[in-house]
């Protein structure tokens, strides 16, 4: 049975700018196996969100919202894959959720996460 | 949320009770809708995928279906156990981002 763990020291202070640093262990499959990997957040108010994913082969894919600020990459020796988010601000606080991706195109793109971590709660001061 | 579910939806025990997903052509109308159950404190279960496929161990109680750029999740013989959120996602063409619904909160009573 596969199983996905968030962990991480939640918040650094490089200088004067907080960034978010986030590691997802895979447990029973070998990422470097396949399929694409996810990162998630869920807020109260703006529900779930897309952050991005990756392919253990390819550049990482980011919501275009994120994207100057989210760098993902992956440990094949580890078999686990890591979230930097840079300038994080009160609004970035959320709980995050890693999440296995299915992906494929079939007269129509088909993605889904079938398989998610129990997720990390970052909370980020104002 | 770019695609839209009604905030609340409730039904009493061994009813059926359906939840809507409205999107536009860039999403569900040209990929792919999943479906997900949420409990407080939990990660999202993977409920339905490709607009209507059943993952191992999810009761057929459970339906999806799709008709244009909307989509609904149907959940028959209603359990207390079934309150949760459920969450309606796809990928949209155009915005190249995975999107999802605002999430629609089940209450049996």
């Known amino acids: 049975q596969m199983q996905l763990q968030e962990s991480g020291p939640g918040l650094v202070k490089p200088s004067e700018t907080l960034s978010l640093s986030l590691t997802c262990e895979v447990n029973?499959?070998?990422?470097?196996?396949?399929?694409?990997w996810g990162w998630i957040r869920q807020t109260p108010g703006k529900g779930l969100e897309w952050i991005g994913s990756?392919?253990?082969?390819?550049?990482?894919s980011y919501n275009p919202s994120l994207k100057s600020r989210v760098t993902m990459s992956v440990d094949t020796s580890k078999n686990q894959f890591s979230l930097i988010m840079t300038s994080v601000t009160a609004a970035d606080t959320a709980l995050y959720f890693c999440?296995?991706?299915?992906?494929?195109?079939?007269?129509?793109?088909?993605?889904?996460?079938?398989?998610w971590g129990q997720g990390i709660l970052v909370a980020v001061p104002s | 949320s770019l695609l839209t579910q009604p905030p609340s939806v409730s039904m009493a025990p061994g009813q059926k009770v359906t939840i809507s997903c409205s999107g536009s052509?860039?999403?569900?109308?040209?990929?792919?809708l999943s479906w997900y159950q949420q409990f407080p404190g939990t990660a999202p279960k993977l409920l339905i995928y490709?607009?209507?496929k059943r993952p191992s161990g999810i009761p057929d109680r459970f339906s999806g279906s799709k008709s244009g750029t909307s989509a609904t999740l149907g959940i028959t013989g209603l359990q207390t156990g079934d309150e949760a959120d459920y969450f309606c996602?796809?990928?949209?063409?155009?915005?190249?981002?995975?999107?999802f619904g605002g999430g629609t909160k089940l209450t049996v009573l």
């Open positions: 996602g796809t990928w949209d063409t155009s915005l190249s981002v995975w999107v």
């Open positions: 052509s860039s999403n569900i109308g040209n990929n792919y």
């Open positions: 490709e607009d209507n």
């Open positions: 029973g499959y070998s990422i470097s196996s396949g399929y694409y």
């Open positions: 990756l392919f253990h082969s390819e550049s990482p």
């Open positions: 999440a296995r991706e299915i992906r494929g195109y079939s007269s129509g793109w088909y993605n889904y996460f079938d398989h």
